[in-house]
């Protein structure tokens, strides 16, 4: 395939000495002379292991050459490769002004070409980027999105130092757009390497990589935090992180990683509370754990603000405890929220099929005597009837009866914290916590 790179920095560079490796005619791009020149003499524009022998190689073969004139990149190419810088301003927002540049170029040389074009955007963007980009083009050029081009995000996740590996081993290749037949051209490129192919909307690819980098920044913080804190005690803290990663039923699994509403129950909030005193008592600022439970309390004030727009209709609660199977009600996200609408006067009615007052005992009784001493009046062992008495329905937990019970009410209003099934998710009447 013939294929344009704009922008031969890092990962520009680096796709372009791949891709060509791979067997494709790759023409790169850049408004640096001297990195046009570094390429057309057979030499990488980095530092990276493997990357420049690939390079002589593939210049050696006739599969590679830069240039500075974007019409030649364009009129010589099928798809064109968007790479180039996206940094931060300073006030943390990111700079574009590069990236629609290359818009611009692109559209321009876009009036010289009646074939079909395709532009996949490596650059790391925000969400929206790439319908503003197309824009652009569409503008410039005087051509239409998906008739005379498309657009397509493909976020790319190399690590400097071993991008050459990364490029030919990935864990996935992420391919974001509304056009199928483009997404499908950007996955031929891929279709030889490991790894699965995933093809999502533009909005979802735009944000994927934010997401991974914050979330490695959080992992090194966390443990960064974990070792002052082990440091202190005598505790080898890298023992106690390799035990840590050895679960992979839970620590390093997708168990918890679905958002949702708050976390609650006994050992949860009672660790953390534990963890946070244990370093203040050694005077270590932890910043990360002692945001948790902060984020923790912000998503039960949400779901408070979500359901209170209804605070005129009667409120029908399924579920009450921290998590479905269980009677254990303290600290119950669930808990907080009812007792902040009771406290605003709302009229709410409560089901759980396995909270019954009369075995409640211990600190599970004096937890929701404490917060809703009242409950009894609230609970109800009929969900039909609730359901029909009620104009709001909110799912708290995911038991499976609760589908049955509502999939055929289409005159009330369903708040959903727990993403009870996917078959809700197309009803107009449905409302998803943070989805």
């Known amino acids: 395939m013939n294929i344009s790179i704009f922008g031969l920095g890092y990962v520009g560079c680096v796709s372009l000495g791949c891709l060509a490796k791979n067997g494709h005619n790759v023409i790169g791009v850049d408004i640096s002379q001297v990195k046009v020149d570094q390429i057309n003499s057979g030499h990488a524009t980095i530092i990276e ?50 990236i629609f540049q290359v818009a611009d170029n692109i559209g321009e040389a876009l009036k010289l070409k009646n074939t079909f074009h395709i532009i996949a955007v490596r650059s790391t963007i925000m969400p929206g980027a790439c319908d503003k980009f197309a824009g652009i083009v569409a503008k410039v050029s005087g051509k239409k999105r998906n008739v005379d081009f498309a657009i397509v995000d493909n976020p790319e996740f190399l690590r400097e130092g071993t991008a050459v590996s990364d490029y030919f081993n990935p864990p996935l290749t992420l391919i974001g757009s509304d056009n199928k037949d483009a997404a499908e051209k950007v996955a031929d490129l891929y279709r030889q390497l490991p790894g699965e192919i995933i093809i999502t909307s533009l909005k979802v690819a735009e944000i994927m990589k934010y997401i991974n980098n914050t979330f490695h920044a959080l992992k090194i913080s966390f443990s960064n935090e974990v070792g002052n804190i082990c440091s202190e005690v005598g505790i080898d803290s890298h023992e106690v992180m390799d035990i840590f990663c050895k679960d992979k039923q839970l620590n390093i699994s997708t168990y918890y990683f679905k958002p949702g509403f708050a976390y609650g129950g006994s050992c949860l909030p009672k660790d953390l509370k534990g ?54 009600l303290r600290n119950s996200p669930a808990v907080s929220v009812i ?34 001493p009242h409950l009894s009046n609230l609970l109800t062992n009929d969900p039909v009837k609730l359901i029909k008495d009620c104009d709001v329905i909110i799912i708290n937990t995911k038991e499976p009866e609760f589908l049955k019970l509502i999939e055929n009410f289409y005159d009330k209003t369903i708040i959903d914290f727990v993403r009870l099934d996917e078959s809700l998710l197309s009803k107009k009447n449905y409302i998803g916590i943070n989805w």
């Open 339 to 372: 007792e902040a609408l009771l406290g605003k006067g709302c009229d709410l009615a409560i089901y759980d099929k396995n909270i019954n007052l009369a075995v409640l005992t211990g600190k599970n009784k004096e937890y929701i005597n404490s917060r809703i």
């Open 49 to 98: 292991k493997d990357i420049d022998r690939i390079m002589c190689e593939q210049k050696a073969a006739g599969r590679i050459i830069a240039t500075t004139e974007t019409h030649i990149a364009v009129t010589g190419s099928d798809i064109s490769i968007v790479a180039v810088g996206t940094p931060s301003t300073d006030k943390g927002h990111l700079n574009l002004q590069h």
């Open 275 to 328: 963890l946070q005193t244990l370093a203040h008592d050694l005077y270590i600022d932890v910043p990360v754990i002692d945001s948790i439970h902060k984020a923790n309390d912000l998503q039960i004030q949400r779901a408070i603000k979500l359901i209170y727009k209804y605070w005129d209709k009667k409120l029908g609660f399924l579920g009450l405890s921290f998590k479905a199977g269980t009677d254990d």
